[in-house]
Each structure stands twice: as structure tokens, then as C-alpha cells.
């Protein structure tokens, strides 16, 4: 089983709308972080959150880390097909040592 | 200007041979990460390092081992190769363990056994 869910796991959607992914455990995150990931490349670090609550904003991309440390979410404003890629969730537990665990991820598909 | 670089980044390997597959960084970071990806799975640990000749195991570990000898090599082998180790291979690399620390990750290796 995985320690982090993500939603949806697939996403299709027209250039201009707006979507949200969410990563969601049962377990408390020291940290959680989101990444992307292109086809043929490894997963790139767009964001880290730390405090309950904390939200910060990437142009387009606005991240959430919820209240009790458990969940976050991914939304993005007017997406662009340069959006398209693999959206992974990433978190530190108190007992993980420092080190990630991943969700599976979410496949984001923005089309023109 | 890559960091870190993963060889080959694809190899067809037969069932029971061993193979290596190479991680190399230029950032001089502590940490090196060694995961496999699978669809449905995400990203999972197979071996990490926290510095030169010091490894543990992740959470697939059977069947695979890991070496680093410098600081800038993390090399991984797969035993006696299995279909079920076919799978994309990715090495990470990390400056420290603190929760504000990301990782950089490599291309990947596509690895199939045959």
C-alpha cells in the first residue's frame, strides 16, 4: 500500500481550464514536496511545503499543505499544455529517517 | 551542465546475468538514491547511501546491491537479473536529509530483461 495517495490518477483537460490533484495519508509529513516529471526524464522539485497550512503559489501553480500535516493539493490556474507531465507527491515522515516516500502520481494531460 | 548522470540509459539484459547500472554526480552531495519506477507504483527505494562505503537497504531490496566507493559514484547490480526487475531505474542525489531538502534526480535507466 501506499503511505500517499494521489487523485485523480489520470487528468485530461483543455488548455485554459482549471485542475487540482490532490496527495493524501494517514501519516504526519515533516515536509512534503510536489515534482514533475516528463516523459524520458527524471522528476524535477517544483515546490516544498513544511508548515500546517502553508500555501505557496508558482506562477500558475498554487500548493497546500494541509492543516494537520497529512494532505496536500496541487492546483493549477489557466493550464498550458507545457503543464502535461506526472505529478508526484513526496513526503518526509518523523519516523522515514529524511528520507521520501512517493506517491504514485498523477498524469496530467492539457490539450490545445 | 547535468549534476548527475545515470548509464546506459537503456540496456536489454538476459534472465540471470548481472548487471550494473551506473549513477554519477558532480555536486558533491552526502546522499545518493538509488529508486525503481513502475506503473501503478510510483517511485520506491531500492538502496541509498549516506556517504562514501555507508549504504542501507529501502523497501525492494531483494536481489539488487549497491556500492559506493567515492563520493560521486553510486553504482547499482542486479544479482542475477529477473523479468520482474524490468522497470525504469532512477538515481537521486540529495545535499542533506532535512525536510526543506529536494531531490535531483537523473534521466533514468530502461532496463529489460528478457
Known sequence: TQLLEQSPQFLSIQEGEN??????SSSVFSSLQWYRQEPGEGPVLLVTVVTGGEVKKLKRLTFQFGDARKDSSL??????PGDTGLYLCAGRTTDSWGKLQFGAGTQVVVTP | DAGITQSPRHKVTETG??????????????????????????LRLIHYSYGVKDTDKGEVS???????SKTEDFLLTLESATSSQTSVYFCAISEAQGRAYGYTFGSGTRLTVV
Open chain 1, 19 to 24: 485542475l487540482t490533484v490532490y496527495c493524501n
Open chain 1, 75 to 80: 492546483h493549477i490556474t489557466a493550464a498550458q
Open chain 2, 17 to 42: 546475468t548481472p548487471v550494473t547500472l551506473r549513477c554519477h554526480q558532480t555536486e558533491n552531495h552526502r546522499y545518493m538514491y538509488w529508486y525503481r519506477q513502475d506503473p501503478g507504483h510510483g
Open chain 2, 62 to 68: 531483494d536481489g539488487y546491491s549497491v556500492s559506493r
